[in-house]
């Protein structure tokens, strides 16, 4: 089954505003990782979250996680043009594989 | 020191004929995971190895897939008798140690296959 699903599917926003991204999962999680990728590009890690911790920060990125309620946020503050693309959250459990979800699509206009 | 290298970039196939997707992992990475992400959708994981070993194959298909990771060279993913479902990007990702580990995974551009 699915284990990560993201929510929205698409966000458009303006430049300068704050971009949030939430994901939800099934199952008991060593750590949870967002991703970035650009159109018909490979994937750029973000930022990793285990699953003692509940908040992380890195640059203008923000995660949080509460494994109580299986979910994690990624906010983007002020963001940019270039920060369109599709967002990834990716679950490692005990398997030691990542599981991703299927992605929110963000559009920043210029 | 450079990234995970995949290569070709994209590869056109016709129905029935082979194709070979190859994965230089990162310098002093021992682990290759290959996942396969479909237009629109997030990436589906397929096969963990790890040097000559194949750890977890739990989502490679059983039938005309395998892949391999020999002791010298890449890895390579083998899709025999291609078909237009298997048209989709093929991302492979490697790590210094097993990702339970906590340990972060650097993905490649992947492989854009294309059956006609």
């Known amino acids: 089954s699915q284990q990560g699903e993201e929510d929205p599917q698409a966000l458009s926003i303006q430049e300068g505003e704050n971009a949030t991204m939430n994901c939800s999962y099934k199952?008991?999680?060593?750590?949870l990782q967002w991703y970035r990728q650009n159109s018909g590009r490979g994937l750029v890690h973000l930022i990793l979250?285990?699953?003692?911790?509940r908040e992380k920060h890195s640059g203008r990125l923000r995660v949080t996680l509460d494994t109580s309620k299986k979910s994690s946020s990624l906010l983007i503050t002020a963001s940019r043009a270039a920060d369109t693309a599709s967002y990834f959250c990716?679950?490692?459990?005990?398997?030691?594989?990542?599981?991703f979800g299927q992605g929110t699509t963000l559009q920043v206009k210029p | 020191n450079a990234g995970v290298m995949q290569n070709p970039r994209h590869l056109v196939r016709r129905r029935g004929q082979e194709a070979r997707l190859r994965c230089s992992p990162m310098k002093g990475h021992s682990h290759v995971y290959w996942y396969r992400q479909l237009p629109e959708e997030g990436l589906k994981f397929m096969v963990y190895?790890?040097?000559?070993?194949?750890?977890?194959e739990s989502g490679m298909p059983k039938e005309r897939f395998s892949a391999e990771f020999p002791k010298e060279g890449p890895s390579i993913l083998r899709i025999q008798q291609v078909v237009r479902g298997d048209s989709a990007a093929y991302f492979c990702a490697s790590s210094a140690t097993r990702m339970r580990a906590n340990t972060e995974a650097f993905f490649g551009q992947g492989t854009r296959l294309t059956v006609v």
């Open positions: 990716a679950t490692e459990g005990n398997t030691g594989k990542l599981i």
């Open positions: 979250i285990r699953s003692n911790e």
């Open positions: 199952t008991s999680i060593n750590n």
């Open positions: 190895l790890q040097k000559e070993n194949i750890i977890d």
